[in-house]
């Protein structure tokens, strides 16, 4: 509970969490030359704090708690207004070269002037390259380069600019709010009253917080990519018109709860419809009144997409 309060980032992160993540980023190793001032928090971000006796005890309670569950960041994707949060300095899941990019002329321009912290600051900074008026020099006079030369005195808007596209460069598709997200193509399931519409959304939505899961299994590497969701509706050339079909699925499983269990499942679309099927479970899925649901889910699915 202690960690959860920690991880909370949003308006209702408590003060002490605050304070945590100050003495953390002092506690560190001396092979840690990340600049103190842009270690914001050592989950979201790649710089090391002193894990042994050094760290103060409450903390180090807390580093081992996470780390005996296996706390880490993990979503199949995330919404676009958390991906904007997360630290770009160090980003904890940024190509590890991203670490190397914070000491250049541009680089401390926007840290010091522009004062970027967070991805989605150095999105907006990026933005401007492709303004309409932008020349490639930094001398250009465009409304936007005068305004960074007046309201922040930077020297060089064009060279940060660049830079601030550099570092988001260094996102994977997943971390990268420029990416076309799922958030983009998956759409919330129509409300029915005779029917439970499957939601297929797979994005993480909420505040930073919700990006960390604990129990997740060490075995398994996270991937920066995200799926293809979206329908190819362009093969060879052709138009694909999606259809759609809706099927009903049960399961059933007699003597439920007992070794002499049998399990089967069906799935239905119209009288006399060649999509219409049952099936017995085989032994080896395990015959309940759960797998039945789920074999039959599977099964339709497997029929409506050829
Ligand atoms: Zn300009
Ligand atoms: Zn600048
Ligand atoms: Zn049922």
């Known amino acids: 509970m202690w960690l959860k309060a920690y991880l909370s980032f949003g308006p209702n992160r408590p003060l002490w969490a605050v304070f945590a993540d100050a003495l953390l980023a002092q506690k560190t190793p001396?092979?840690?030359?990340t600049d103190p001032s842009l270690r914001t928090n050592t989950f979201l971000q790649s710089w090391n704090t002193y894990r042994n006796n050094k760290q103060i005890p409450e903390l180090k309670e807390l580093l081992d708690t996470a780390k005996k569950?296996?706390?880490?960041?993990?979503?199949?994707?995330?919404s676009r207004e958390i991906v904007r949060k997360m630290p770009i300095w160090n980003h904890k899941e940024a190509d590890q070269k991203i670490r190397l990019m914070n000491h250049n002329l541009a680089s401390k321009c926007l840290q010091t002037k522009h004062m970027v912290r967070t991805v989605g600051d150095t999105e907006e900074i990026a933005k401007t390259l492709l303004e309409e008026g932008h020349r490639a020099q930094n001398d250009c006079d465009c409304q936007k380069c005068v305004h960074l030369k007046q309201?922040?005195?930077c020297a060089h808007p064009h060279g940060c600019m660049t830079q601030a596209t550099k570092?988001?460069?260094t996102l994977p598709q997943k971390w990268d709010p420029r990416s076309?997200?799922?958030q983009d193509y998956q759409s919330k399931p129509r409300n029915d009253e005779d029917w439970k519409v499957f939601d297929g959304r797979i994005t993480t939505t909420g505040e930073l917080a919700d990006i960390f899961r604990l129990f997740t299994d060490k075995a398994i590497t996270t991937t920066g990519e995200l799926p293809k969701l979206k329908p190819d509706t362009n093969v060879n050339g052709r138009h694909l018109v999606?259809?759609?079909i809706i099927i009903a699925t049960d399961g059933s499983c007699i003597n439920n709860g007992d070794d002499n269990a049998r399990a089967g499942a069906g799935v239905y679309v119209e009288k006399e419809h060649p999509l219409n099927k049952s099936a017995k479970l085989p032994l080896y899925l395990g015959q309940s009144n759960q797998t039945d649901e789920l074999t039959a889910?599977?099964?339709?699915?497997e029929?409506?997409?050829?």
């Open 30 to 33: 001396s092979s840690e030359n």
């Open 69 to 78: 569950y296996n706390l880490r960041i993990e979503g199949i994707a995330f």
């Open 151 to 153: 309201s922040v005195h």
């Open 167 to 169: 570092l988001l460069d």
């Open 180 to 182: 076309e997200l799922p």
């Open 242 to 244: 999606i259809d759609e």
């Open 297 to 301: 889910v599977k099964i339709a699915a």
């Open 303 to 306: 029929l409506a997409d050829k």
